[in-house]
């Protein structure tokens, strides 16, 4: 297959566009679900779908599709897509590369006169991110039924907005069951994305083809204990939340090394402490875990492990201890149809390749419960990715696009 013409300069220079699209100040990037920078780039790229000679939809909870019309439109469409919401002060590449690099290489497949015989479309996911909800790829929940309208409008924000408000706020309203898409929809779904990992840099190799997603889980353990003058309470009487909350989180790491494995991997990232006072003893405290695990038995077990020990830790020091369970995913497993056809690609086009596990979530792992789904991974430096400093080159972009426009054209044709 001669290789597709795809315009790196004009994808580059739409990278550093959607990344000015932030709440902090460069070269961090972030973009929060319905605020208004992510409203800022929504509209960007309506403007560069409409350019490129597509049409674009949105759905209740504002999913942004956009369409390559095929000669048989009524056919389950090729999927192609990713998010661009960031993190706060994460990097420009997350999410975006699948993005403005789906756009490209259906650009580029127009532009070479190429019609394909189903749809192709390039997804937008709302809020892969947890930031603002507490729960990843709330778009791709939605959208794959794994997060009913019912769950949905149970959600709050930090500052205690509702999803309903939030959305509605957003400039989004109708029926949230009409977000889930039937199993049909999508004939296949392939997601370009970078690493996030250094093993393909370590490796010396330019394309990743991903045969599973880990599974992800994360909850929020809520501590209360009693208050107090830092000065006037002896240290026998006290009930610190913060001092159980530490043990805990020492406790996850243990819990981690005793009985999970090389891919089992627990952070606590999220702490708040209340009242947050220097010479005050913290009487609540808020623990935000995740924990995955390629196996998910193995993820189960450190869980149980690791609630044991927590409630174990309370007890001895007086605390009360709730569990809000925020999410507990099964892994996914690529198609294998898809991973072929990506190698295949990459052989066509003589690029190199190994498969991989993905230990990132992405919005694949829901897709892969309504339509067959694999991914594709580019490097990026030293795999920093939620950092300022993410990196990927322009040439690994560019064959990242050139094989995912391969698989689509592909797959567009059957
Ligand atoms: O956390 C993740 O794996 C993804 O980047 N949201
Ligand atoms: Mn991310
Ligand atoms: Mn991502």
New binding site residues.
Partial sequence: MTHLNINIDQLMQELEELSTFSDTSPPSVTRILWAQQDQKARTYLKILIEQAGFSWREDAIGNLFATFEGKNPRLPKVGTGSHVDAIPHAGKY?GTVGVLGGLEAMRALKRSGFQPRRSIELLIFNA???TRFGV?CLGSRMLSGALTPEQAILLKDQQGMTFEDARLEGGFSGDLSSVALSRNHYFAFVELHIE?MPNLEKAGLPIGVVTAIAA?SSFKLHLKGQGGHAGAVLMPERKDAFLAASEIALCIEQAVKDHGGPDTVGTVGLVKVHPNAINSIPSQVELGV?LRDIDEVRRDRVLSALMQAAEDICKKRGIRLEVEMLNQDPPCASDPMLVKTIQMNCEKLGIPYQNMVSR???DSLFMARIAPNAMIFIPCKDGI??RPDEYASPEHILLGVQVLAGVLKDLGEV
């Fill in positions: 997350d892969e991110e947890p990843g996030q992800p995740d990132a979530y992405h990715s939620h």
